[in-house]
């Protein structure tokens, strides 16, 4: 069966270093996406790509960088983690059409930034 | 711009009765839509979700929604609350303009008391 996988799934590190959380689906789906979960603030996107090469940003990007080589995988990277970036990630994917593909979410990465 | 409201951050309900979670939206035209549940510790998974037609809409564990266009909304029922269910509770509207990225309300947080 198809599926989004997250990696790791709990992750402690200190602020300054780099960070990167692995985020891997095999639906074959152009369309990845990056989200940080917080209490009182719901979803917030980080980053999102349509396909291989493209990436953009989202509403809270800053302090983060994905990049897309391949169709399978989205990466992304806390250039230097800072204690505001503590917080649940999940990745998620979605097919080819617009507005009515609903999206496919991984476990989620719970990330502590000490 | 499109928006979705849950007004609800928390409802508590008791095992064995009936459950209604309020999602209103702000669309500028027949809006695709969807209900989300997120159990503890997981991603988010897709309940069920509204293009066109009847505006009854089945989905999976016994939830259903119904499509209210007059009161732009577009709430999630369950006539018998298992304690099973307790999770959060997301709503989308799907996106416009050829964008791939939906807008999720906050979250209803659903408690279920034995």
């Known amino acids: 069966d198809a599926e989004i996988t997250q990696s790791p799934r709990h992750k402690i590190t200190e602020t300054g270093r780099q960070v990167t959380l692995a985020c891997h689906q095999t639906?074959?789906?152009?369309?990845m996406f990056w989200y940080r979960q917080d209490l009182g603030h719901g979803l917030r996107l980080i980053h999102y790509?349509?396909?291989?090469?493209?990436?953009n940003k989202g509403e809270v990007s800053d302090g983060y960088s994905v990049s897309r080589s391949n169709t399978e995988d989205l990466p992304l990277t806390l250039e230097s983690a800072a204690s505001s970036q503590t917080s649940v990630y999940f990745c998620?994917?979605?097919?080819?059409?617009?507005?009515?593909?609903?999206?496919?979410f991984g476990p989620g990465t719970r990330l502590t930034v000490l | 711009a499109q928006s979705v409201t849950q007004p609800d951050i928390h409802i508590t309900v008791s095992e064995g009765a009936s459950l209604e979670l309020r999602c209103n939206y702000s669309y500028g035209a027949t809006p695709y839509l969807f209900w989300y549940v997120q159990s503890p510790g997981q991603g988010l998974q897709l309940l069920l979700k509204y293009f066109s037609g009847d505006t009854l809409v089945q989905g999976i564990k016994g939830f259903e929604a119904e499509f209210k266009r007059s009161q732009s909304s577009f709430n999630l029922r369950k006539p018998s609350v298992h304690w099973s269910d307790a999770a959060e509770y997301f709503c989308?509207?799907?996106?416009?303009?050829?964008?791939?990225?939906?807008?999720f309300g906050r979250g209803t947080s659903l408690i279920v008391h034995p």
């Open positions: 998620a994917s979605s097919g080819a059409r617009p507005g009515s593909d609903e999206q496919f």
């Open positions: 639906w074959n789906h152009n369309n």
């Open positions: 790509s349509y396909g291989v090469h493209d990436t």
């Open positions: 989308a509207v799907g996106p416009s303009g050829g964008s791939y990225i939906p807008t």
